[in-house]
Nanobody, 125 residues
Framework: QVQLVESGGGSVQAGGGMILSCKMLGDTERIGRMGWFRQAPGKEREGVAVIRKRDGTTEYGDSWKGRSKISRDIAMRTVTLEMNNLEPEDTAVYYC??????????????????WGQGTQVTVSS
């Protein structure tokens, strides 16, 4: 079993940035990829960024290219999401996710078996 613990959510002004962190606990041997997803009220959960654990290869959702960066630490236990140029429409609950497999694209939430409880990100005008 794998447990994911998120931190770093909060409020930020439009145009600002935020860094979210996700720590993976338990047996992560079978984890091959991690990611960050978000879900706003009334909307489906969508991918922000994903990363392959083994080699650090990254992919991003279309609206996040150029304004986000996902990374992992050298111990492959922590996944970090750096977001910039945030806008009110980015307000959502952001979830860390992890799962087996190596393929990153297309970003597919169904491929991630483990999920954190989510952290609220609120962007004000």
């Amino acid at each position: 079993q794998v447990q994911l613990v998120e931190s770093g959510g909060g409020s930020v002004q439009a145009g600002g940035g935020m860094i979210l962190s996700c720590k993976m606990l338990g047996d992560t041997e079978r984890i091959g990829r991690m990611g960050w997803f978000r879900q706003a009220p009334g909307k489906e959960r969508e991918g922000v960024a994903v990363i392959r654990k083994r080699d650090g290869t990254t992919e991003y959702g279309d609206s996040w290219k150029g304004r986000s960066k996902i990374s992992r630490d050298i111990a492959m236990r922590t996944v970090t999401l750096e977001m910039n140029n945030l806008e009110p429409e980015d307000t959502a609950v952001y979830y860390c996710a992890a799962g087996p497999g190596l393929v990153l694209l297309p970003i597919n939430r169904d491929q991630y078996d483990y999920w954190g409880q989510g952290t609220q990100v609120t962007v004000s005008s």
